[in-house]
């Protein structure tokens, strides 16, 4: 397994495989690799083969974080995600440094980034504004540097997803975009580096989104396929599930089209939930297809 630091030597080699035929699938992750992420990986394997390659970046980027979100403390230890990468069989790992990724930044000689206007206004761009600048951004970049023909994402991050497919429709990009079903704990909560931040007894109601999204899902298709539920009367009763969780702060749930993500008055099967949750300054989403 080869590590790449420097993003020339990246593009090299990518312009490399591009030159021989070799298809390469990318995915990228912040680190702190867990089941969510290994099963990305294997989907990438699959995409492209042995004869293919599979590069994962591992990039704690700043531009994604806001100014009083959890940056600094966001957790990392490469030796272990070194060791998750050669077990899975990747090829290459990419870790890039803030200098090469974001050059002059630091002296304000930084000034170029990609930006979706539509999708990423609501939901996590409600709570946080430039959360999706730095997503695009970033992603467009890997993907110049690695020229992948596959970039593999999970459904955990929803709105990310359509976010990235819809730039890369918009943008033209010659990337195929895979999106992977989340992975979760065998008590339903959806995996996530953001989960070591739990104490125990956060932990223990963290399960709250799970069965929240479940109860939807269930009240959705008990109802008439004809009228649907009424997002309002359905959001109420949510809510105050959620406020019987003594430890849960609610930040958003949200009822919307898969694929336009614009929000609905009605759901029916086949609409989209998602919703956000404190628990203490740790944030966590899900998300289902009802
Ligand atoms: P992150 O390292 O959190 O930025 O995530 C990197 C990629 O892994 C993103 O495409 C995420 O959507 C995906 N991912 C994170 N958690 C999970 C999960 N539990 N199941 C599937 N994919 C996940």
């Not at 959620?242 to 609905?264: E, K, S």
């Amino acid at each position: 397994m080869q590590q790449v630091r420097n993003v020339k030597a990246m593009q090299r080699w990518a312009l490399g495989m591009k030159k021989n035929g070799t298809t390469v699938a990318l995915v990228p992750t912040m680190g702190y690799l867990h089941p969510g992420h290994t099963s990305l990986i294997q989907r990438a394997r699959r995409k492209v083969g042995n004869e293919g390659k599979v590069v994962v970046s591992i990039y704690v980027n700043p531009t994604q974080f806001g100014p009083n979100e959890d940056f600094g403390a966001y957790p990392r230890d490469l030796k272990r995600d070194l060791d998750i990468c050669r077990k899975e069989g990747v090829d290459v790992v990419f870790l890039p440094d803030d200098a090469s990724m974001y050059p002059g930044k630091d002296s304000g000689h930084f000034s170029t980034y990609v930006e979706e206007s539509q999708l990423s206004q609501s939901m996590e761009g409600g709570t946080r504004p430039t959360h999706f600048k730095g997503v695009t951004t970033i992603v467009t970049k890997l993907f110049m540097l690695t020229l992948p023909e596959f970039a593999v994402f999970g459904a955990k991050d929803y709105q990310q997803s359509a976010i990235i497919r819809r730039m890369t429709k918009d943008l033209n990009l010659p990337v195929r975009i895979i999106v992977a079903p989340t992975v979760r704990e065998p008590d339903g909560l959806a995996m996530s580096s953001r989960n070591a931040y739990l104490t125990p007894e956060q932990r223990a109601q963290a399960t709250i989104l799970i069965d929240i999204l479940k109860a939807a899902k269930r009240k959705v298709q008990a109802s008439s396929s004809q009228t649907g539920l009424k997002t309002v009367t359905l959001k109420k009763q949510l809510e105050q599930a959620i406020q019987r969780c003594p430890l849960a702060r609610l930040d958003y749930i949200a009822f919307f089209d898969p694929d336009t993500l614009d929000p609905l008055s009605t759901v029916r099967q086949g609409s989209h939930m998602a919703l956000a949750v404190y628990f203490g300054t740790t944030r966590l989403i899900d998300n289902i297809r009802l």
